[in-house]
């Protein structure tokens, strides 16, 4: 499958953004989903998954409350709504797709070129 993530930009702190993710190529229904995020000088973070049909989340203590992934199958299409932006969520952020397994998914196979989100003060 191929991913492409897009919506990042600049945003002043307490802002909102709406991340999206193209998927193409396989049945998107059979992929979990997940962002991860890298800040410069920092390890690569997962902030958020859903399952297949959506119906569970997670997302990471940094995000949680103020971030909501979402995804529509029928249009192949993956989210990452973000509300109440923080200069520290400054990062390229990622989707990636995972196939069946642990909770929340580790193991990702197909990742997006990542979209750049910047938040300022």
């Known amino acids: 499958v191929q991913l492409q993530a897009s919506g990042g930009g600049p945003v002043q702190a307490g802002g909102s953004l709406r991340l999206s993710c193209a998927a193409s190529g396989s049945t998107f229904s059979n992929y979990r989903m997940g962002w991860f995020r890298q800040a410069p000088g920092k390890d690569r973070e997962l902030v958020a998954a859903?399952?297949?049909?959506?119906?569970?989340?997670y997302y990471s203590d940094s995000v949680k409350g103020r971030f909501t992934i979402s995804r529509d199958n029928a249009k192949n299409v993956g989210y990452l709504q973000m509300k109440s932006l923080k200069p520290e969520d400054t990062a390229v952020y990622y989707c990636a797709t995972a196939r069946a397994g642990d909770w929340p998914p580790k193991d990702y196979s197909y990742w997006g070129q990542g979209t750049l989100v910047t938040v300022s003060s």
């Open positions: 859903i399952s297949l049909g959506g119906g569970a989340t």
